[in-house]
Structures are given as structure tokens and as C-alpha cells.
Nanobody, 125 residues
């Protein structure tokens, strides 16, 4: 059983920063990539950022490029999302994802087979 547990969400004023963390656990689990998505009520899950461990390649949605940074520790199956210059439109439930096998583009939800429960980020204006 693989579990992803996020932490670090909260309420912040516009222009502020937050750092999200996600730890994956499972006796034999080893991910090849991890990512972050976000979701608001009534909308589809939206890609935010991803990291591929073997190459260190990172991927970002245009809406967060230059403000958010994804990083992590492959050996610990842990990924972080540093969010700076937050805007009210960044308000969402942020969900961590992981995959043990590379299959398709990491910007798509179909690339992942493990998901966390999410952590709420609220940015006030």
C-alpha cells in the first residue's frame, strides 16, 4: 500500500510564500517522478509542477512559472513545492502525485497512479 501525505498548506496574504511537502511511503515503493496538481470546486484537476528523478528535469504550468519551484529527495520519496509571490487565483486544494513507471507526459493526471488527499492553500487579497 502506497500512501502520499501532504503538509504545509494554509492561509497566506497575496504576495506571501508557502512551502508544501509530500512524503510517499510504502514498503517497496520507489517513484520515478512526482508532481503537484491543484483543484478548485467545480473544476478539473490542474497541473502545477512535476519532477523526473532520473534526469532532474522539472516541469511547470505557465501560470506558476517563475514563482513556484519543485524539488525533492528521490531516496526519501519526498517532494516539495516552494510557492512565492502567491496570488488569490492560486487558492486551491493542492494534491501530490507519484508514479513508479513513466507513461506519458507528466503534465497529465493519467501519468500518475498514486495520489495524496490534498492540502488546502488559501491566498487572501
Amino acid at each position: 500500500q502506497v500512501q502520499l501525505v501532504e503538509s504545509g498548506g494554509g492561509l497566506v496574504q497575496a504576495g506571501g510564500s508557502l512551502r508544501l511537502s509530500c512524503a510517499a511511503s510504502g514498503r517497496t515503493f520507489s517513484s520515478v517522478a512526482m508532481g503537484w496538481f491543484r483543484q478548485t470546486p467545480g473544476k478539473e484537476r490542474e497541473f502545477v509542477a512535476a519532477i523526473r528523478w532520473s534526469t532532474g528535469s522539472t516541469y511547470y504550468a505557465d501560470s506558476v512559472k517563475g514563482r513556484f519551484t519543485i524539488s525533492g529527495d528521490n531516496a526519501k520519496n519526498t517532494v516539495y513545492l516552494q510557492m512565492n509571490s502567491l496570488k488569490p487565483e492560486d487558492t486551491a486544494d493542492y494534491v501530490c502525485a507519484a508514479t513508479a513507471v513513466l507513461r506519458g507526459s507528466l503534465v497529465l493526471t493519467s501519468a500518475y497512479n498514486y495520489w495524496g488527499q490534498g492540502t488546502q492553500v488559501t491566498v487572501s487579497s
